[in-house]
């Protein structure tokens, strides 16, 4: 019984050692990007810090305003990666 014991504290330790550092699953930030013509929601990332995300809104911004985008609005948001990179509302 104190092998079982033992074993299950070596494969926890393993577990725990083998993640990344400071990189947990979830706590990605991510830059939203809406626009009202065309209706859309555009995701970008993964990034390790919200300042990382917010100094890489403006290059999204300038190709979405030449393809033609109107009304362009920027959310910074942590989490998991969104299930779509891309989504479109018509």
């Known amino acids: 019984m104190f092998g079982l014991y033992i074993f299950g504290m070596y494969v926890a330790a393993f577990w725990i050692l083998t993640q990344p550092i400071g990189g947990s699953r979830g706590r990605e930030w991510w830059v939203e990007v809406d626009?009202?013509?065309p209706k859309r929601t555009y995701y970008?990332?993964?990034?390790?810090s919200k300042d990382e995300a917010s100094n890489n809104t403006n290059?999204?911004?300038k190709d979405l305003e030449?393809?033609?985008?109107?009304?362009i609005s920027i959310n910074i948001k942590q989490g998991r990666?969104?299930?779509q990179l891309?989504?479109?509302d018509e």
């Open 66 to 71: 030449k393809k033609g985008a109107k009304k």
């Open 59 to 61: 290059g999204y911004i």
């Open 35 to 37: 626009t009202d013509s």
């Open 81 to 83: 990666q969104p299930s």
């Open 44 to 48: 970008f990332g993964p990034y390790e």
């Open 86 to 88: 891309r989504a479109t």
